[in-house]
Structure formats: C-alpha cells, structure tokens
C-alpha cells in the first residue's frame, strides 16, 4: 500500500475508520478469513503510515497539497 503516503491525514483517518468498522463485523463472521486478514493487513498498513507522519516533522511533507511547494 504504498500509495498511502499521497493521500492526506484526514483520508487516512476516514480509512482508517472505515476498515476499523469492517473489521469488527468480520470478526463476528466465523467464514470469512480471508476477508478479515485482508482488512487486517489494510489497517495495519494505514496505521503504519499515520505513525510514520506522526514522528516525520511537519515541514518535510512532500504532499502536494503543502504551501510550501511551488508547482509550476
């Protein structure tokens, strides 16, 4: 999931919610492994990258939605 480094913290947190909920329901659903460790993986990875930006200081986001870069 490397593609979660482009998208902005509040998108990640939306996921982050989303994949939480859809976790809780499988875990309730004894057939549905593969769903669950998919989701599983997924939130993981989320969490990852939100733990990532939190310990990287603010002013190296490469993000393009950051003031700081000049697109020409």
Do not use: G, W
């Not at 593609?3 to 976790?23: A, G, P, Q, S």
């Not at 993986?41 to 939190?54: D, N, T, V, Y």
């Not at 990287?56 to 000049?70: Q, S, V, Y």
């Amino acid at each position: 999931m490397q593609e979660l480094r482009f998208l902005e913290t509040n998108v990640l947190l939306d996921m982050l919610t989303i994949h939480t909920t859809e976790y809780l329901k499988l875990s309730d659903e004894p057939r549905k492994e593969t769903e669950y460790a998919k989701c599983y993986l997924a939130l993981r990875a989320i969490q990852s990258e939100i733990e990532f930006r939190k310990k990287t200081p603010a002013n190296t986001n490469t993000n393009t939605t950051d003031p700081n870069i000049i697109i020409q």
